[in-house]
């Protein structure tokens, strides 16, 4: 069992920057690939970004350019940059393994975007 807890989320204008962490309760980094998630309200969740225990990374077209993931292996933590944000980008932002683990999801954290 993992559990992931989100963080770094918050209320900010378009344009703006925020930077997301999820801390695992335990080190699977070095077998995972690592991902974070979004559900906008009234909407699925989405994939946005991944990183590969090898370090590659992949982005879903409407953030690529914008948003940075990365990760530390020794903390057990994977980060989310997030630059030039847009209000499309409010959502509840959430990390889990790739594929995903229905009994990975956290609590997510809530990014506002908005003036």
């Known amino acids: 069992q993992v559990q992931f807890v989100e963080s770094g989320g918050g209320l900010v204008q378009p344009g703006g920057s925020l930077r997301l962490s999820c801390a695992a309760s335990?080190?699977?980094?070095?077998?995972?690939?690592m991902a974070w998630y979004r559900q906008a309200p009234g909407k699925q969740r989405e994939l946005v970004a991944t990183i590969a225990s090898g370090g590659s990374t992949h982005y879903v077209d409407s953030v690529k350019g914008r948003f940075t993931i990365s990760r530390d292996n020794f903390k057990n933590t994977v980060f989310l940059q997030m630059n030039s944000l847009i209000p499309e980008d409010t959502a509840v932002y959430y990390c889990?393994?790739?594929?995903?683990?229905?009994?990975?999801w956290g609590k997510g954290i809530l990014v506002t975007v908005s003036s």
């Open positions: 889990n393994v790739l594929p995903t683990r229905e009994d990975y």
């Open positions: 335990r080190n699977i980094f070095s077998i995972y690939t």
